[in-house]
Nanobody, 117 residues
Framework: QVQLVESGGGLVQAGGSLRLSCAAS????????MGWFRQVPGKQRELVAS???????HYADSMKGRFTISRDNAKNTVYLQMNSLKPEDTAVYYC???????????WGKGTLVTVSS
């Protein structure tokens, strides 16, 4: 099993920045892909960005250029740097991990990001 713990959420004004972190523990040898998803109440969870252990990244179109995902394999930690935040970025952000981009089967409990206008 893998445990994921997110940190770094909070309240920020529009145009501001936040950095989320997610540390993985447990059977981390089974992890190749790590990523971030977000969910607004009443809507489906959506991909924000993902990254492989080799550094290949994927971004949702609406996040390209504003968000940057990175990873420290030695620390089993993935980061999400969020810049130029907008009120519509307000959501619960979840860390996810798995053996591949199509197999993100481990989830954190989520961290709330609130962007005020």
């Amino acid at each position: 099993q893998v445990q994921l713990v997110e940190s770094g959420g909070g309240l920020v004004q529009a145009g501001g920045s936040l950095r989320l972190s997610c540390a993985a523990s447990g059977s981390t040898v089974s992890i190749n892909a790590m990523g971030w998803f977000r969910q607004v109440p009443g809507k489906q969870r959506e991909l924000v960005a993902s990254i492989s252990s080799g550094g290949t990244t994927h971004y949702a179109d609406s996040m390209k250029g504003r968000f940057t995902i990175s990873r420290d394999n030695a620390k089993n930690t993935v980061y999400l740097q969020m810049n130029s935040l907008k009120p519509e970025d307000t959501a619960v952000y979840y860390c996810s991990a798995g053996p591949g981009f199509d197999g993100m089967k481990y989830w954190g409990k989520g961290t709330l990001v609130t962007v005020s206008s």
